[in-house]
Structure formats: C-alpha cells, structure tokens
C-alpha cells in the first residue's frame, strides 16, 4: 500500500496536468454541444418538413456509431478530402458534434414538455411566434433540461477519455505514458480511475446545488428537496 | 337589453365558418358586438363555442367569412395576426399562466416584451391590473403557489395589461373548484360594471342572467337564439334553447354571483 | 463501388468479433446487474453497502479505463485472450448501468406482490426470484434494449487491448490501403445499421407494451 502511495505522489503531477487537459476538452464539447444542440432541437421541434431530413441524418450518424468511430473519421479520414485538423481541434470537433446530438435530443424533450397552452397564452397576448420560444417557452424549457443537461456534462468527462488514441495529451495519455515507463499499469489506470471518481463526484455535488437553486418555487417540487 | 348607445360596433363578425379538416365546428356565425357590451355565448359542449372565441383572435384561423376591429378586417390577408392579438385580451380555461415568471412577471412580459413598454411603466401599470383583480399582495408569488382561482384572476390582469378593445374569456372557470369560482366572477362582474367590452363562454347561467347584456345560445357550430337574458332565460323562442335551459338549471346550485368575498 | 464491397468483406469478420464481444458482455452485465439490483433492494447494510459502491464507482469511470484495470489485473492472474478479457471488462462495466435499470424496474413492481408471494408461503428469495424477478424483467425490457446499443458502440474500445473487432480490423484496413475514410466510414455504416436495427426493434416493442398497460 505504500508503494502505492509513494508511485501516487511520484504520477500525480503528470497526471494533474493531463486533467486539466481532460477538463478544457469536457468544457468545449459542452460549448460546442451547446451551440448546435440548441438551434438543432428548435428546428426539430418548430422547423419545416423539409429541414427534418437533415436534422434526422445528423442524429443517426452522431448517436449510432461509437464516439471512437467518429473520432478516426474525422482525424485519419478527413484528411483525405484534404479537410485536416490538429489533434487537439480533432477532438473538441468530434466530442462537439457528437454531444450536439445528444444535447439536441436533450433539448427537443424539455421543450416539448413546456405545455402547448404556454405558447397559445403567449400567442394570445400578441407575441410571435419567435418571440413566444424566446421569452416564454425557452425559459422553462431550459431550466426542464437541467437535469439531463447534467448527466450530458458528466458523461462528457469520460467520453474524453478515448481521445489518448489520437495522442492528445489528456490524462489517458499521461496514464499510458506513465505505465509504460513505470511498467505499473494496474497502479496507473487505479489512480486514473480515483481520478476520474473525485471529479465526477465533485461535479455531481455541483450540479445538484446549481438544480436546486435555479428551481422554480412551488414548481419542481421533487428537486426542491422537500 | 340594458339601454347603450349603438355606436359603431367594436368587433364585427360576417358568415364566419371554421372546419377542421372535413369537419365544420362554426357554421355561418354573425353578430356585431358594441362598445362596453358583455356577450355570453352557451350551449352544450363541443357545439363550437371555445373553436368560434378562438377564431376571433386568430388563434384559430377562420375557414371563410370576415372579422372586423373597429372597421379593420383582420381577416384580410397580409394582417399581422400578432397586432391583431394584441388588441385582444383572452382568458383561457387552464389559466395558461408563464410558470417561469412571478405573477407580476406574467402581467409585465406581454407589456415590455410585445408593447416595448420601459420596465417601470410596465410594472406600475401591472400593479394596476392586479390592484383590480385584487392580486397585488401576491406579485411575488409563482403561479405554482397560487389556487385555481387566484391564478384566473392573474391571467385576466395579464391579458388587461394589454389594455385591449376587447376581453374574450373561453370557459374562465371550468377548470376551477366550484367554491373558487366565486372570486374570479366577481372580478369578471366589475370589469363589465366598468364599462370592458367582454365575450365570455361559459356555463355559469347564474352570471350570464345577471352581467351579460346579451345571451347567445349556441348549437351545431349555429346561432340558434340569441337575445337579452331575462327574455332569453323566462322566454325563450327556440325549441332547443328551451331543451338546454331546463337540463341546465335543475338542480343548478351556483352560488349567489357579486356576493362574493 | 467495388472498394466498398471490398471493405466490406473485409470489415466482416470484426462485425462477428463486435457482436460476439457485444453479446457476452450483455449476458454478464444482466447476471451482475440483477444480483446487484436484488442486494441494493432486498440485501443487509453489508451487502447493500457493496452493491452501491460498484454501481457508482463503475458508473463514475470511463469504461475505457475499466478495461485496461481489468485487462492487467486479469493477465496477472491467468491467461486469458484479450477478446475474453475485454468481454469481461465490458460486461463488468455494463453491470453496473445494468443494476441501476434493474434496480428500477424492481421498485417499480407493488409491494403487494411480495406480500402475497410470502403470504402463499414462498421465502423471500423464492419470492424475489419466481415472482418479482420476472415481472421486473419485463419492465426493464426497454431499457436493456437501449442498453444493448450502448454496449455494442462500448465494445468498439477494446480496440485499446488489441480485440480484433471492427475498428480494430478497419484500422489495419486503413494502414494497408492508406484509405482512412473508406475503411473507417464502412466501419461507421455496420454501426448504424445495428443501432437503426436496434431502435426499430425498440419501437416495435415500446409499442406493444403500450398497448398492454
């Protein structure tokens, strides 16, 4: 056990350093996610016929094949269209896209739980259209999808960890560096592991505070905690 | 009917038809509704009542025949049905409030957001529309706090802040506890009493004898009779209207409207 | 069209490989799932205690690096082909999502049920296992399929331990005929076929559980 701790402490700057790493890309993939998602799920919902082709498509191929898939399609294929990106853009775009898909899914679910009498008491007050999604139902709607919005972000966190594949510099790719130097890959990956624990478990505790401050009073009865 | 000056009509309705799909809902609906006059349109239910209120502001668009604000066809084509809206103040039977925003958030929204109203002229002038439905204490509340009642009270301040030409109330307390009904009412009586031009659908016979100035007694999609209430209660000239009537008075027990607290 | 069909012939074989990992682990994961799920609900602080901890800590791990940890603690001990370890790994990640849909499909059945299990005499295992079991499962029948396409696009990560899987084979496609995008897009299109097949198959049953309840 303390050869353990001893390898910890010896690993754990390297390691830190490949988190911090890990977190930038968790954080821009929310971002990106977040700015395709959005205006996706609003076309889904309110968009004609004819962008729904499209929108479909997207869907199948970003939630129907595995992260990795996309991952070498978009860093070993592209190229050969001539469209190449560094490692590190490899990974923000696939993880983007790939999380804009699911946010968008996210989003089309909240959106349609606002009640359609929302939007006729909006349309009966005058608003357009527009504005009845901007004032009215896209509030509400964003504060239904903070709970999946939630699970997005921590499952974001270890969906980064397949990007060591292409050598950016993650904590993954630190853990292999690591083990093949230290040939102590179970110590390695188990710190890994602690690793990606603390920080799941951390950003659990912060998101359930942020759900339950933004709740609306008397409404979200259940994540009020009552 | 209470003597008013006929003046001009506020809202004009010719030959209007709504179907959905193949089915008709409103068939050939006219009448003139004037300055401050309070119309209560009844009758059984799915006999198109809530369908005709709904095509007034558009919410549903009209199959065919024409509508009129104040001499302005808003039936034309080319009319932004969002000013025509505007115009209109409606109540809906589920309340409709925002969940997201506090009461007077509800009242405001429609005056900053649509009307382009500055923040503190919205806020004063909400405060006044819940002044009069008696909501004021409670503009820091959701609606999520409120009773059926207060928040019908609400959505009829939202739909005032508008300061509309005309209030259309569909069912507004349908969806309430009878003893909750009372207060909305009350409210509904002193907006006629002060001079609101209101179509109201409802099923409350014991307000519509006692605030409208007209009764319009709905079957089939069609006008079947429509007139004062004292004639149209004690007297009525259609068979069906007379059918309708006595299934809908026995055993009603509503409570004594205006009296309420 | 004719590369394509040639990848495609060549892709074959790690097709077989996916699924074959896919299905071992589905089988395993049940069988921790539900024994998971059975002492989260009916087990003693002790056995409850464990059942949770794996669940979250599973849940809170990349499943890339619960692979590796096992992939190494199991070549410490025995000699075992990466494509049974990988199965293995997977299945124990899949276990932990497995407990929870379990564990919500159990707690979903009335109490009643366990009432008049124990009151026609069964014991309590008996009861969880001929009566509540059962009727969980059924329950649960949405989720795990839902839960089968999750672990079919896992299994493309023992690609990391060198399973010859589909990614694995359209990688050395790639590298022999220096086409990335035919070799790895043709490994692409496997996947949604399976995951469409998968989402149909999820429909269809959806719908008559619809019709049912």
């Given at each position: ?7 910890a ?7 830190l ?6 977190l930038?890309?968790t ?7 977040l700015?395709?998602g ?5 076309l889904?919902?309110y968009?004609?016929?004819l962008v729904q082709?499209?929108?479909?498509a997207?869907l199948?191929v ?5 992260l990795l ?8 294929g592209?190229?050969?269209i001539g ?7 490899a990974a923000?775009i696939?993880?983007g ?10 989003f089309?679910?909240a959106i ?14 005058g608003?357009?259209?527009?504005q009845?999604?901007?004032?009215i ?9 903070i ?10 966190v ?7 594949l292409?050598?950016v510099?993650?904590?993954m790719?630190?853990?292999k560096?690591l083990?093949s130097?230290n040939?102590?890959?179970?110590q390695?990956?188990?710190l890994?592991a ?5 920080l799941?478990?951390f950003l659990?505790?912060v ?6 401050k ?9 994540m009020e905690?009552r | 009917m ?5 003046t ?10 709504k179907?959905f799909?193949a089915?008709p809902?409103?068939r ?6 004037h300055p ?6 009844i ?13 007034l502001?558009l919410l549903?668009?009209p ?7 104040e001499d302005?066809?808003?039936?034309a ?20 409030l ?7 958030g509800n ?6 957001k649509?009307l ?9 002038k909400a405060?006044?529309e819940?002044e ?23 959505g009829i ?15 507004p307390?349908s ?7 009372g207060?909305v ?5 002193k907006l006629a009493a002060?001079g ?24 089939n999609g069609?006008i079947?009779?429509q007139?004062?209430?004292d ?6 000239e259609?068979?069906r209207?007379?059918?309708f009537?006595?299934i809908?008075?026995?055993g009603?027990?509503d409570p004594?409207i205006?009296k309420?607290? | 069209?004719?590369?394509f069909?040639?990848?495609?012939q060549?892709l074959?074989?790690?097709l077989?490989?996916?699924v ?5 682990a589905?089988?395993l994961g049940?069988?921790i799932g539900?024994l998971?799920a ?5 087990g003693?602080?002790?056995v409850?205690?464990l059942a949770?901890?794996y669940?979250v800590?599973v ?15 199991i070549?410490?001990?025995?000699d075992l ?6 199965a293995?790994a ?5 276990g ?5 849909i379990?564990?919500g ?7 009643g049920?366990m ?7 069964m014991s309590?295992?008996?009861a969880?296992r001929?009566i509540?079991l059962?009727?969980a499962?059924r ?7 839902n839960?089968v396409?999750l ?5 493309s990560l023992v ?6 899987e589909l990614m694995?084979r ?6 022999s005929?220096m ?13 949604i076929?399976l995951t469409?097949v998968?989402?149909r198959?999820?429909?269809?049953v ?5 019709v049912q309840?």
């Amino acid at each position: 056990m303390t050869e353990f701790f001893a390898y910890a402490a010896m690993a754990l700057p390297d390691l830190l350093q490949g988190t911090v790493v890990t977190l930038k890309l968790t954080a821009g993939a929310l971002v990106i996610g977040l700015v395709i998602g959005l205006p996706l799920s609003l076309l889904r919902v309110y968009g004609r016929k004819l962008v729904q082709p499209v929108c479909t498509a997207y869907l199948t191929v970003f939630r129907g094949t595995p992260l990795l898939v996309q991952l070498f399609v978009v860093y070993y294929g592209l190229p050969e269209i001539g469209v190449s990106f560094s490692r590190m853009a490899a990974a923000f775009i696939t993880l983007g896209c790939n999380s804009g898909a699911y946010q968008c899914e996210y989003f089309r679910g909240a959106i349609q739980a606002v009640s359609k009498g929302q939007m006729t008491a909006a349309r009966g007050i005058g608003m357009s259209r527009f504005q009845g999604i901007r004032h009215i139902v896209l509030p509400q709607a964003l504060r239904l999808v903070i709970p999946a919005w939630s699970n997005e972000l921590i499952a974001m966190v270890k969906y980064t960890a397949i990007v060591f594949l292409i050598a950016v510099p993650d904590l993954m790719n630190k853990a292999k560096i690591l083990s093949s130097q230290n040939f102590a890959p179970i110590q390695t990956y188990v710190l890994v592991a602690l690793i990606y624990l603390v920080l799941v478990g951390f950003l659990s505790l912060v998101l359930h505070g942020i759900q339950r401050k933004l709740a609306v009073p008397g409404l979200d009865a259940g994540m009020e905690g009552r | 009917m209470k003597d008013k000056p006929m003046t001009r009509p506020v809202l004009r309705i010719e030959n209007l038809c709504k179907s959905f799909g193949a089915t008709p809902v409103v068939r050939d609906v006219s009448f003139d509704v004037h300055p401050s006059e309070v119309i209560v349109i009844i009758g059984s239910s799915g006999t198109g009542k809530s369908t005709l209120l709904q095509c007034l502001n558009l919410l549903h668009r009209p199959t065919s025949g024409r509508i009129f604000l104040e001499d302005q066809e808003i039936t034309a084509s080319g009319m932004n049905e969002d000013t025509v809206r505007r115009q209109m103040g409606m109540v809906f039977q589920e309340f409709n409030l925002f969940n997201h925003l506090t009461v007077l958030g509800n009242v405001t929204v429609g005056m900053t957001k649509v009307l382009g109203m500055p923040a503190e002229d919205a806020e004063k002038k909400a405060m006044n529309e819940l002044e009069r439905v008696g909501m004021a204490d409670h503009r820091h509340k959701y609606p999520a706090q409120l009773s059926g009642g207060q928040k019908q009270r609400v959505g009829i301040a939202r739909a005032l802040g508008m300061s509309p030409k005309v209030m259309l109330f569909d069912e507004p307390t349908s969806a309430l506890d009878p003893e909750l009904t009372g207060e909305v009412l009350t409210v509904m009586q002193k907006l006629a009493a002060e001079g609101m031009t209101m179509i109201i659908v409802s099923h409350e016979m014991g307000f519509a004898r006692e605030a409208a100035d007209r009764v319009i007694f709905m079957e089939n999609g069609r006008i079947e009779e429509q007139g004062p209430p004292d004639r149209m209660f004690t007297h009525p000239e259609s068979e069906r209207t007379r059918k309708f009537l006595s299934i809908i008075t026995t055993g009603n027990t509503d409570p004594p409207i205006g009296k309420a607290t | 069209m004719t590369p394509f069909v040639t990848m495609l012939q060549f892709l074959l074989p790690g097709l077989g490989v996916t699924v074959s990992v896919t299905l071992i682990a589905l089988g395993l994961g049940g069988c921790i799932g539900a024994l998971m799920a059975v002492f989260r609900v009916y087990g003693n602080p002790v056995v409850k205690g464990l059942a949770v901890s794996y669940s979250v800590v599973v849940r809170a791990v990349p499943v890339v690096v619960i692979i590796f940890i096992l992939f190494f603690v199991i070549s410490a001990f025995i000699d075992l082909s990466p494509f049974m370890s990988g199965a293995i790994a997977l299945g124990f990640a899949s276990g932990a999502y497995q407990t929870e849909i379990f564990r919500g499909a159990i707690l979903s059945i009335p109490q009643g049920q366990m009432t008049a299990a124990r009151g026609i005499g069964m014991s309590k295992a008996k009861a969880i296992r001929c009566i509540i079991l059962p009727q969980a499962f059924r329950v649960a029948i949405p989720s795990l399929i839902n839960e089968v396409t999750l672990v079919l696009k896992d299994s493309s990560l023992v690609f990391v331990i060198g399973v010859p899987e589909l990614m694995r084979r359209a990688q050395y496609a790639s590298a022999s005929t220096m086409e990335p995008l035919l070799a790895f897009g043709t490994a692409a299109c496997f996947y949604i076929v399976l995951t469409l097949v998968l989402s149909r198959l999820l429909e269809t049953v959806e719908k008559r559980f619809a019709v049912q309840f």
